[in-house]
């Protein structure tokens, strides 16, 4: 499994555990469609809008990397 699949499928278990839709967590600067691209790891992405995901999850970015 690549890291982008691994992380994907991270961020998706960290929003659902939140009890968070995609909508929930798009704003600053992160749109659903965004997170949904990154969930399925069909796009990438910079560190600063994973940094922006990361504070609406309310988590720290290192946090997102937690997978294994």
Request: no cysteine; glycine share 6%.
């Amino acid at each position: 499994t690549s890291l982008y699949k691994k992380l994907g499928n991270h961020i998706k278990k960290i929003r659902k555990e939140k009890g968070l839709t995609q909508d929930d967590v798009g704003f600053n600067g992160i749109s659903r469609q965004m997170i949904s691209h990154l969930e399925l790891a069909i796009s990438d992405t910079t560190v600063t809008k994973l940094k922006a995901l990361a504070d609406n999850l309310e988590v720290k970015v290192k946090d997102l990397f937690n997978f294994e």
